[in-house]
């Protein structure tokens, strides 16, 4: 009799058991729907200064891994999440009001050749975050997305690390590509979460 009454209790308990598991899993689900529909970008902010237009975007982490990873197991995607959930990923752009290549020497007083490998490899040096905590991290790492002439804009996705997820940031930028000082985006709402 009292292994049926433990056997009884441990069947109720995993019952309960896969009912949350499945409650959760249609939360990140919906949640994963949500992130679809309103798009992986957060609000732009630009700043207009001497025919440039420079443009910062946060790119959600979780909707990111989403993205990369797909719907299909979506506890993987939850644990590379949590893994991840201290870091951004910024987008920032540069785009002249012409439409000229921002990486002439009449816009940089470098070279075409090192205008590119400034924006590849040194820029990163250029960019910091503030935090709504007061903490100052700098730029872990920059991606230059080459599009060889073809748009009309240049962009880079700048990575940082242990950024507390419920921070706000402001990003800072000291513009000594074009030599247009430190230009600050603040963003105002913490980022998409799952």
Known sequence: MTNLYYILILLCFCLVSCKNETKDTEQVYDAYHRLANIGWKS???NHYINTINYTATEVPIAYYILKNQGSS???KVDSIYNVHKR???LEIEFHHDEEKDLLLSEFTNRNYTEAVKYMAFTIQ???TVV???QDTISCAGVQFER???VAPF???LLYFGNINPDDQIQLIYNDELFGNGIIKFKFKETPIKL
Request: charged fraction near 50%; proline fraction near 0%; glycine fraction near 0%.
């Open 131 to 133: 935090t709504s905590s």
């Open 43 to 45: 609000k732009k902010i």
């Open 154 to 156: 240049k962009r880079a």
């Open 147 to 149: 599009n060889f002439k």
């Open 73 to 75: 197991d979506l506890k």
């Open 125 to 127: 040096k250029d960019f």
């Open 87 to 89: 870091e951004r990923v």
